[in-house]
Structure formats: structure tokens, C-alpha cells
């Protein structure tokens, strides 16, 4: 049975297929992803048919009120259906998808999936809830978030058992990073090539932990695996920031000598 070689290997794997090879993969990231794909089969989980989960976009549209057959004004209304859904063949670069590739990304409830629009205070968003039509089998990248809260330096190499606990929280972390327009489209592709490993290994799916929630975001391969079942507006109340304010740093006193 291989092992990862390293507690760096997702980030060896994610510099080589961004800045050598991307499509013809050379020997150490295909010894990689065999590894990969070995070891998320500790990580199969399960979502049971009738599960719901959940959808949001910023935003709303608007429907006309009529009184005695006359138009007298203009109410919120949420977004239609055909708007709440990806266009097939007409994706944007994802954490997943490669543009024109489409999958449907999810979270597992209403809160999630309205931090993941990443609103304003007083935001109106559109939820959209969607019910599992059949079981669906998704790899879970969040199981060792827990043993990895933060970062840890190893000065030597630290037993398989810890290294595959360790690659796994980077890949979770690769997924749970916010898709940012202004990154580089090369960003995106390490975590795409490991999405269409899973997808070839025959999972439906992916769950990692969101960034912007205590709750899991999820990506299916399949948007049919799912239907939308109802649309409604919610507000965002208000924002909470918190930050880490690092210790190390320099002085501007320092700059000026």
C-alpha cells in the first residue's frame, strides 16, 4: 500500500501541476493522486435520498402587485429557477470546474449557503432548497480538519498515519479557499485536476468545511442529481469579523533605517 511521501505533498502536487505539467502528469503526481484516491476511501460518506440542501445568490427580482386589476407596485421576489442554477457548458473557473464544465455547488444548510455569497449588511439573497433525489456518495475533505486547526512545521517526517492526515486538511483547505475573480486562473487547477480524479473514482461529489461558516459545502458532478424544490428571500442581519493579528512583523522606525 503507498503512503504520501510527505506532509508537503499537496503542495508539491499543486506547484507541479501549475507550473509543469497539467495535462500530461509526470510519475511523482500520479503516485500522488493513486494515493489520494486510496486513502479517500476512508472518507466515503453518504448523503441519504431526501436530504435537502441549499443554494443562495445575492440578489432578487421583483414581481407586479396588482389591487382591483390596476398595477400599483413592485414586490421582492427570489430569483427564478433557470437563474438559481448554472448554465450547462457555460461555467466560470471554480474550485472544481474547469470554465464550461458545469457542477452544482451546494451547502448543507440555509446559513452556509448565504455566508458563501459573501453578502453585505442588509444583502437581499435568494435561497433555493434542493432535495437528493437518490443516495449520493461524495468524498468528505473535512474529516481531519480537526487535527490540523492551524499550521504545523515538521522538521523531520512524521509517521504515514500523520502525513495522510496532514495532506488531506491541505486538500480541505484548497477546497474551503473563496473563489476570488482577481486570482489567476492557474489558482483553480490543482484542486480541479483532484475533483476529476474523484469524479472518474465515482463519486458524485464533494464535501469540505466552508471558510466563511461552520458549516460543509458540497459539489456535485451531477446537477441532476438533485431538484430544486423552493426559492425564498432572506436579509442579512449583520457581519462579524474576526481577526488574527499576527505577532511577528517590522516597525516604521525599522523601514526608515
Not at 451546494?106 to 437528493?132: H, M, Q, Y
Not at 522538521?155 to 502525513?163: D, G, Q, W
Not at 475573480?181 to 466552508?210: C, K, M, W
Amino acid at each position: 500500500m503507498k503512503v504520501f511521501k510527505s506532509c508537503r505533498s499537496y503542495w508539491d502536487f499543486a506547484s507541479s501541476v501549475q507550473q509543469n505539467n497539467r495535462y500530461i502528469l509526470d510519475d511523482p503526481v500520479k503516485e500522488f493522486l493513486e494515493v489520494v484516491v486510496q486513502t479517500s476511501k476512508d472518507r466515503q460518506a453518504k448523503i441519504p435520498e431526501g436530504s435537502i440542501l441549499y443554494r443562495a445568490q445575492r440578489g432578487c427580482t421583483t414581481r407586479p402587485v396588482f389591487q382591483n386589476d390596476e398595477h400599483v407596485a413592485e414586490e421582492e421576489w427570489p430569483h427564478p429557477a433557470d437563474r438559481m442554477l448554472p448554465v450547462k457548458g457555460k461555467s466560470a473557473e471554480g474550485r472544481a470546474n474547469p470554465r464550461g464544465i458545469t457542477y452544482l455547488y451546494l451547502a448543507g444548510n440555509k446559513d452556509t449557503a448565504c455566508a458563501e455569497a459573501r453578502p453585505w449588511k442588509g444583502a437581499i439573497i435568494s435561497v433555493a432548497a434542493f432535495n437528493v433525489r437518490r443516495e449520493l456518495k461524495v468524498v468528505d475533505c473535512s474529516k481531519d480538519v480537526k487535527e490540523k486547526k492551524t499550521s504545523i512545521y515538521y522538521f523531520e517526517e512524521p509517521e504515514p498515519e500523520v502525513r495522510e492526515k496532514s495532506v488531506w486538511a491541505d486538500i480541505n483547505k484548497a477546497f474551503s479557499k473563496p473563489v476570488n475573480p482577481h486570482d489567476p486562473e492557474t489558482e483553480y487547477v490543482p484542486t480541479q485536476v483532484i475533483a476529476e480524479l474523484f469524479r472518474n473514482a465515482g463519486y458524485d461529489g464533494i464535501g469540505y468545511q466552508s471558510s466563511l461558516a461552520d458549516g460543509l459545502n458540497l459539489v456535485l458532478f451531477d446537477i441532476h442529481t438533485v431538484e430544486m424544490i423552493s426559492c425564498f428571500l432572506t436579509k442579512t442581519e449583520g457581519i462579524k469579523f474576526e481577526f488574527d493579528h499576527r505577532k511577528f512583523g517590522y516597525s516604521c522606525k525599522e523601514i526608515k533605517k
